[in-house]
């Protein structure tokens, strides 16, 4: 695991040791460079495979290919005999320099032979190529600026903002993303300068010029008439497949632990870890405290580390949430909405204290329907068939029969915005119930000057996944969106800012691409079976995980933000949402904040989510923009 960077073009060599100082927490154990004229590369290694011969930048034997890599190939080793079958010699016993040779085997098409995740570069000596890869999910991150005859990358965007023709000027298409869904999307950043490498995508620099080719999409969809699969073929598929994703995700030469959260995806991380290892297996947990039990699963946490045995540590997280603000911003470099960050950042480092790697439970929600709105999908399809006067009827009179709560379960909160979109079409009505701000309060909400900027859609990504979908099932147009956006845009990142934050590594083997392929031909309705969310999974370790684990309701790894907000974080709010502040600002209308902070104060509405991305809105601009000289809209 490392944080990676270099150019092709003219650049001061001293700037890349102030781009690696920058990345030195995603790989506090080593660095190198490695450079050629108008070419150089550099990295910081966090050392998990190969300790003593895995260094980077590595070339191979002939000196032809120099590369540094982020991430791990989890299928390294049976690549590695495969390679040495075709005649390729190693002097290593690192994943990196088998990615060398796979590049010359295969070339461009290296990566369809990877199973696992990556962000590298390769320099190409021979041909004069730069050669880009990142995993098919997106689990490791690449950002990238060109102009003129240079072209820069680096693992987070704070490396790029060190070069002086790198501006921070605004991309407001991705700010628009961002107050719609808590994130900017695949392909940009916040800077007008500054893009990603979309997750799937490899990309190559030759004389001056960019071209990017995608090498892998979600499966199409199995159509209505496929034969249905039994649960009991289903179940076994998924313990099948999983029990190959964890045992890859095993691989390591340094301790591993696993966050645990105490919900049915991590529990079953920790029980097929149990299956495939008897050796030590240590755990950890955050938990909220009895005032807000809602949102607490540490006593299913403990069943579950007691029943397969393994070390346990848990942290109790105190609303000192405002103390972190500053350092979880600088670890995204762009503004990021979701407040499970905090937890995550929590856990993170409470887990890096322990060990060097961790798995984790995100993916198994968008791969095998753990989402409530998933259930929405269903049941908005019999909704629509209701007489317009009933559906009308409802939408008046459901949101006041339903009051909003600020617990995890905030039903009120549901029942309006199912209500609001339920007559629109598919996919219109699930992509509206993902967003914070849609186009009506964004429009009531945004200045004159920031309304000019956000006529562009911001969901293409979201209609392009939908269309896809499989089953004679919108259910599946479902998935595949949060498979194609929410999950790589936000969780993975999360993840991955959150973890390299604290020099630890995570690795996710509900993302493992073979898991989700195979997930994408069970139809829907063999996943959720009636309204039992993640049926088809639970079935799959109901002989094995702790009953209550099975039975207690989705909670989430979230925090008590609606109750913070209106206690210990109050103050944090009203000093970063002052009207004073945000009018100077000129994005937001005073009046419109102003109404939402009373609306939830009051406990009329529950705004929690919305005024959670203004206020980090407020943060990243002090973090990121002022002092740095002028910055307007436009």
């Known amino acids: 695991m490392c944080g990676i960077a270099g150019w092709v073009g003219d650049a001061a060599p001293e700037v890349m040791s102030t781009m690696l100082a920058l990345l030195s927490h995603r790989g506090p154990d080593d660095s190198g460079t490695w450079a050629d004229g108008g070419i150089a590369l550099g990295m910081t290694r966090l050392a998990i495979i190969d300790l003593r011969t895995g260094a980077q930048p590595m070339t191979d034997a002939a000196g032809s290919l120099v590369i540094v890599f982020n991430g791990e190939i989890y299928n390294f080793r049976r690549l590695r005999a495969e390679l040495e079958a075709q005649g390729h010699r190693f002097r290593t016993r690192s994943d990196t320099e088998v990615i060398l040779g796979a590049y010359a085997e295969y070339g461009e098409g290296c990566v369809e032979h990877l199973r696992g995740m990556f962000a590298f570069a390769i320099w190409d000596r021979a041909r004069r190529v730069l050669f880009l890869a990142r995993d098919r999910l997106g689990k490791k991150p690449l950002y990238y600026w060109r102009q003129g005859g240079l072209f820069l990358f680096a693992s987070e965007p704070k490396a790029l903002l060190l070069h002086p023709a790198v501006s921070r000027s605004l991309d407001w298409q991705a700010f628009h993303h961002y107050m719609a869904f808590g994130y900017t999307p695949a392909e940009r950043s916040i800077f007008a300068g500054i893009a990603k490498l979309p997750p799937a995508h490899t990309a190559i620099v030759r004389d001056g010029q960019l071209s990017l080719r995608r090498y892998w999409r979600l499966p199409a969809g199995a159509p209505a008439s496929a034969p249905r699969p039994s649960v009991e073929d289903a179940a076994a598929l998924v313990r099948s497949h999983l029990r190959e994703a964890v045992r890859l995700r095993l691989e390591s030469d340094v301790p591993l632990g696993v966050f645990l959260s105490g919900g049915v995806d991590s529990s079953a991380i920790v029980a097929t870890m149990r299956e495939v290892t008897s050796g030590r297996i240590a755990t950890f947990s955050v938990g909220f405290g009895r005032a807000f039990a809602s949102y607490d699963e540490l006593p299913y946490a403990r069943m579950v580390a007691e029943r397969f045995a393994t070390e346990h540590h848990e942290e109790i997280l105190e609303p000192k949430v405002a103390e972190l603000l500053?350092?979880?911003v600088r670890h995204f470099d762009e503004p990021f909405a979701d407040s499970s960050a905090v937890?995550?950042?929590?856990?993170?480092?409470?887990?890096?204290?322990?060990?060097?790697v961790a798995l984790s439970g995100i993916g198994g929600d968008e791969t095998f329907g753990g989402y409530p709105r998933y259930l929405g999908v269903r049941a908005?399809?019999?909704y629509a068939r209701l007489p317009w006067a009933v559906r009308h009827g409802l939408r008046t009179v459901a949101p006041r029969l339903v009051p909003e709560s600020r617990s995890s379960r905030n039903l009120g909160?549901?029942?309006?915005?199912?209500?609001?979109a339920a007559d629109a079409p598919m996919p219109d009505r699930y992509i509206a119930w993902t967003r914070l701000f849609d186009d009506g309060r964004l429009g009531r909400l945004a200045t004159p000057a920031l309304r000019a900027t956000l006529a562009t859609p911001v969901d293409e990504i979201q209609r392009n996944a939908f269309a896809e979908h499989g089953h004679?099932?919108?259910?599946?147009g479902a998935f595949r969106i949060d498979l194609e956006t929410y999950l790589p845009d936000d969780l993975l990142t999360m993840a991955d800012r959150m973890s390299m934050a604290n020099s630890l590594e995570l690795r996710a083997p509900f993302c493992d691409h073979h898991l989700i392929e195979a997930s994408l031909t069970i139809p829907p309705a063999t996943k959720i079976p009636g309204r039992r969310l993640k049926g088809l999974l639970k079935s799959a370790f109901a002989s094995i995980l702790p009953a209550p684990v099975l039975a207690h309701r989705k909670q989430g790894f979230m925090i008590p933000l609606g109750d913070w907000l209106a206690g210990d974080l109050r103050g944090t709010m009203e000093e970063l949402l002052a009207p004073e502040q945000v009018r100077a600002r000129g994005l937001f209308e005073a009046a419109e904040v102003e109404r939402l902070k009373a609306e939830h104060l009051a406990g009329t509405r529950t705004h929690a989510d919305r005024l959670w991305t203004l206020m980090m809105t407020e943060v990243w601009i002090r973090e990121y923009l002022d002092q740095r000289g002028p910055w307007a809209l436009g």
């Open 343 to 356: 937890p995550t950042f929590v856990v993170a480092q409470a887990t890096a204290r322990h060990v060097k």
């Open 326 to 328: 500053p350092t979880i």
């Open 380 to 382: 908005s399809e019999r």
């Open 472 to 476: 004679g099932d919108p259910m599946d």
């Open 413 to 420: 909160d549901w029942v309006r915005r199912f209500v609001a």
